[in-house]
């Protein structure tokens, strides 16, 4: 509607003006009556998660010895990791390997029937031989942080091991006990 027909009907004595004054505070009431109106209500919920201890260990590269020479020692080393849950106690221990007559204290490299002799060690002095806890051995003990915890094995070929030519393998497995 035209604001020039307005005044036609508007009641008697009021301006325009005025009338639109008014219909603006009603507009503006009747915005406030609808937010007024408006209510809430809240709820909560618990959010839950469990963690269990648990531990990754991956060996690393081959420890490899490289050329062994009679009457020479030959040092090597390779690193492993763990990967343990926060707050995790565990142990690492090596097993005596794959090779005939092996023990934690003296892994044997093979090559077809004949053997190699080596030893594996927590410490770059070659004091403390890493095995399982027998036999004269110690096991790495460390606590989980979450992240990647990185441990170096030593090894040693003794200047005393006597072997025939070839290709000396042998397998270590690493076991997390937590």
Request: aromatic content about 6%; proline content about 4%; some cysteine.
């Amino acid at each position: 509607m035209k604001l020039s027909k307005l005044s036609t009907s508007l009641p008697r004595g009021q301006s325009r003006s005025a009338w639109i004054s008014r219909a603006v505070c009603l507009a503006a009431l009747l915005c406030s009556a609808q937010a007024a109106m408006a209510q809430s209500s809240t709820a909560t919920f618990a959010v839950t998660a469990t963690v269990l201890p648990s531990c990754t260990v991956v060996g690393g590269l081959p420890l490899a010895f490289g050329v062994v020479t009679p009457g020479v020692q030959r040092d090597g080393t390779v690193t492993v990791t763990a990967t343990c849950t926060v707050g995790t106690p565990y142990t690492l221990a090596l097993d005596a390997g794959t090779g005939s007559g092996a023990t934690v204290a003296v892994r044997r490299m093979t090559s077809g029937g004949a053997t190699l002799d080596y030893a594996l060690y927590q410490d770059v002095a070659r004091t403390t031989p890493w095995g399982d806890g027998t036999a004269g051995t110690s096991t790495r003990s460390s606590t989980g942080t979450g992240l990647l915890q990185s441990f170096t094995v030593y090894g040693r070929v003794p200047s005393t091991a006597a072997a025939a030519v070839g290709v000396y393998t042998d397998t270590i497995t690493v076991t997390a006990t937590y």
